[in-house]
């Protein structure tokens, strides 16, 4: 049996004192979430995800889901149930306009919340997860008609969203998508194809399923220029506004796969299915992109999650695995051996876990907090600043939080030794489920592409260099501050390796491409450990401020020696990155593919 705690406590000094969530009462929404609100939601997130998710956890990942003959789709026991809390309880309206039943309130919260949920139980929260993406993309492309139709059911959880790219032929390359669009007398689509992996296709426990589809209407350009959006739903919708008669979309299979068995991951047949176009003809893309960049946000969040649940038990296993002595002497003398706390290996791992855990999660709202400023600022500068930030942010923490809080499960289930490999004893649950958010939605290589080839030189470099001067101008205001050097001065060093590989990227990327492929991957795991550096030394400073304004609290004592930790062990790797970087790709482009 495994335990989850949602970290409110660490929720609560980023919202309130290091990020200073009131200040941004200007905004619509944030006024609505006064201390009081937000502490009463984000406590009853904490509940709802320790006492109904967490437990459902193993019993979602020992049962799966189950397909029947006529294409339903049953999922794990209590899961029902559990989504129909979710839904009445108002969670996945959290953020969503009022105009269609949402309670409009800032979207950091609603990050806050998912942390919990994905830590109690990935492949449950990803039900609604999907439903939030697909319900935020019909917001910015759909016509009032769809918005009125579908939103108000989809932003209460009656019914859910889905998304529909992949193709067994077309994975990362769209372009390659086959899913055919007829259209009709009555303006609708016929949409044929097959849709594979798709995460939520087909289950039991809403009473409809709105899939938005990628597809090519017939005489449309080849490649990515010829791609459109269709809704499509699971069952027709009356004119009364409830599902009527079954559409031509059905469950063919579900896949046996690592993880996640509690999340359907459906083939989904489509065959003369009605669907109605979404934006417009041929820019379906950018409809996707809507919900891709929502859902690219949100995979960040399982990997954070997965690496907060996986600590967790980690420490609570550390504590009471009795094995060998400390090297300093014997520390439990009445037992028969020391816990394996005390040793430095098994501390290095849990505050390698810990440290990232904490500025990931600053990380998190930090860029939450920029989507709210995004989408709800009269101003047009303030919201351009905080687009730029979006922009270069997401790639970074896609892959960096999912590639670090996968590696952050196995380094937990290390510390269990055998028993992490056991089963009965739920580690490596949190491996498995973890694994695949390096996989979709863009697989890592892939947004370390995003970052360096579209996001680093978009609108002249203006993104990155707003990030430059954020944190430069934040080391040289507290540089000279004695208490917060051990953070500022790596902070410094790290800054530097990422601009010196920046303009190794602008000087060597633009004659030979495949110097910034090769190089992707270090520079987006460079960027994200400086982001994370700069959250600690803002963190680090804060906490200062506080133990001489109102005296030391084992939290605060806690966090600084927790950054201090990432500071010396684990920022320092911006120096490994740089050097490979700076290699170039000559050897690892000079064998030919027949020598692999
Ligand atoms: C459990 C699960 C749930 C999923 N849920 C959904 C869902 O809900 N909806 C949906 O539409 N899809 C879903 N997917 C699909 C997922 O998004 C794709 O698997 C993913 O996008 C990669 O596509 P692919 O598997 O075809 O790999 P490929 O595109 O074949 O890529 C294989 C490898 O090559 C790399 N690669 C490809 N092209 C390039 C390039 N140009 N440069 C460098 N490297 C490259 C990739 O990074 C990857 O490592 C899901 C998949 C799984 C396993």
């Known amino acids: 049996m495994t335990i989850y705690k949602a970290p409110v406590e660490d929720v609560g000094f980023l919202l309130n004192d290091v990020f200073q969530f009131d200040r941004y009462n200007n905004l619509p929404g944030f006024a609505d979430a006064a201390p009081d609100v937000r502490e009463a939601i984000i406590n009853e997130a904490a509940r709802l995800s320790e006492e109904v998710l967490h437990p459902l956890n193993t019993v979602g990942d020992e049962q799966g889901c189950t397909r029947h003959d006529d294409g339903s789709v049953t999922t794990p026991k209590g899961f029902k149930d559990a989504y129909k809390q979710i839904a009445e309880g108002g969670w996945m309206g959290l953020s969503s306009p009022a105009e269609y039943g949402g309670q409009g309130l800032p979207i950091t919260l609603t990050q806050t919340v998912q942390e919990f949920l994905n830590s109690a139980n990935m492949a449950f929260a990803m039900y609604p997860g999907l439903t939030m993406g697909a319900a935020a993309a019909l917001t910015v492309h759909g016509t009032p008609e769809q918005k009125q139709i579908y939103l108000p059911k989809m932003v209460s959880g009656e019914w859910t969203g889905t998304m529909n790219l992949t193709e067994p032929q077309c994975g990362t390359d769209l372009g390659l998508l086959r899913t055919k669009a007829v259209k009709q007398a009555d303006g609708s689509y016929k949409i044929t194809g097959t849709k594979i992996f798709i995460s939520a296709g087909e289950h039991d426990m809403a009473d409809n399923i709105i899939h938005l589809v990628l597809a090519r209407i017939e005489g449309a350009p080849a490649g990515i220029k010829g791609i459109s959006l269709f809704v499509v739903p699971k069952f027709l919708v009356n004119a009364d506004g409830s599902a009527g008669k079954r559409n031509g979309v059905v469950c063919g299979s579900i896949e046996h796969k690592m993880g996640i068995h509690g999340n359907a991951t459906c083939t989904m047949n489509y065959d003369d299915a009605t669907g109605w176009l979404v934006g417009e003809e041929n820019k379906g893309m950018q409809g996707m992109f809507v919900m891709m960049n929502e859902a690219r946000l949100g995979v960040a969040v399982q990997g954070l999650a997965q690496s907060e649940v996986a600590y967790q038990n980690a420490v609570e296993y550390a504590r009471e695995?009795?094995?060998?002595?400390?090297?300093?002497?014997?520390?439990?003398?009445?037992?028969?051996?020391?816990?394996?706390?005390?040793?430095?290996?098994?501390?290095?791992?849990?505050?390698?876990?810990?440290?990232?855990?904490?500025?990931?999660?600053?990380l998190v709202l930090w860029t939450a907090l920029k989507s709210d400023v995004a989408h709800r600022s009269e101003d047009a500068k303030e919201r351009q600043a905080a687009d730029d930030h979006l922009g270069l942010m997401t790639p970074v923490l896609k892959g960096v939080l999912t590639d670090t809080g996968f590696a952050n499960t196995v380094m937990a289930q290390q510390i269990y030794g055998g028993h992490g490999y056991i089963h009965a004893n739920g580690v490596e649950q949190f491996v498995r489920d973890a694994r695949i958010a390096m996989i979709y939605e863009g697989a890592n290589g892939i947004q370390a592409l995003d970052l360096v080839g579209r996001k680093l030189p978009r609108d002249g470099g203006r993104a990155v260099m707003a990030f430059f001067a954020e944190v430069g101008a934040f080391a040289k205001e507290h540089g000279g501050d004695e208490a917060v050097k051990p953070f500022v001065t790596p902070l410094s060093t790290s800054l530097g390796h990422l601009q010196q590989a920046t303009t190794w990227l602008m000087l060597n990327a633009m004659a030979a491409p495949d110097n910034a492929g090769a190089g992707a991957t270090d520079y987006m795991h460079l960027f994200g450990l400086v982001a994370c550096g700069y959250m600690w030394a803002k963190m680090a400073k804060v906490a200062q401020d506080k133990i001489a304004a109102e005296g030391a609290t084992p939290y605060l004592t806690t966090k600084l020696v927790t950054g201090r930790f990432f500071m010396e062990r684990t920022l320092p790797a911006t120096a490994l990155h740089l050097a490979r970087l700076q290699t170039g790709s000559a050897t690892t482009m000079e064998l030919p593919a027949e020598a692999f």
């Open 321 to 362: 695995r009795l094995q060998g002595r400390a090297l300093s002497g014997p520390k439990a003398t009445d037992k028969p051996a020391d816990p394996i706390i005390v040793h430095p290996d098994i501390r290095r791992a849990l505050l390698t876990m810990r440290s990232f855990n904490e500025a990931a999660r600053a």
